[in-house]
Nanobody, 124 residues
Framework: QVRLVESGGGLVHPGGSLRLSCAAS????????VTWYRQAPGMERDFVAG???????NYADSVKGRFTISRDNDKNTVYLQMNSLKPEDTAVYSC??????????????????WGQGTQVTVSS
């Protein structure tokens, strides 16, 4: 089993920065594509940013130029650096990860796991 844990959320003033982390833990797995989403109260969950491989990234138009997604494969962790934050960035941010799990019989299966989310509030 693989567990994803987000951290780094909090309260920040407009124009401020936060760095979110999405850490995967478990055994016998490979972390592939990781995606950040956010959901504001009463709204649909929206795509924020994604990373595949070492450096293939994509971003929602609303965060391009302000957010940067990166990964540390040694730590099985993906980061979302958020700069120039705006009140409209306020939401619960969650990550999902496409994972390959390796079994004791050398077979493997793909799974998608989700974290529990972390609250980001941008307010003066």
């Amino acid at each position: 089993q693989v567990r994803l844990v987000e951290s780094g959320g909090g309260l920040v003033h407009p124009g401020g920065s936060l760095r979110l982390s999405c850490a995967a833990s478990g055994s016998h797995f490979t972390l592939n594509a990781v995606t950040w989403y956010r959901q504001a109260p009463g709204m649909e969950r929206d795509f924020v940013a994604g990373i595949q491989g070492a450096d293939t990234t994509n971003y929602a138009d609303s965060v391009k130029g302000r957010f940067t997604i990166s990964r540390d494969n040694d730590k099985n962790t993906v980061y979302l650096q958020m700069n120039s934050l705006k009140p409209e960035d306020t939401a619960v941010y969650s990550c999902s990860a496409d994972v390959i799990v390796f079994h004791s019989d050398y077979s493997m299966d793909p799974f998608t796991f989700w974290g529990q989310g972390t609250q980001v509030t941008v307010s003066s």
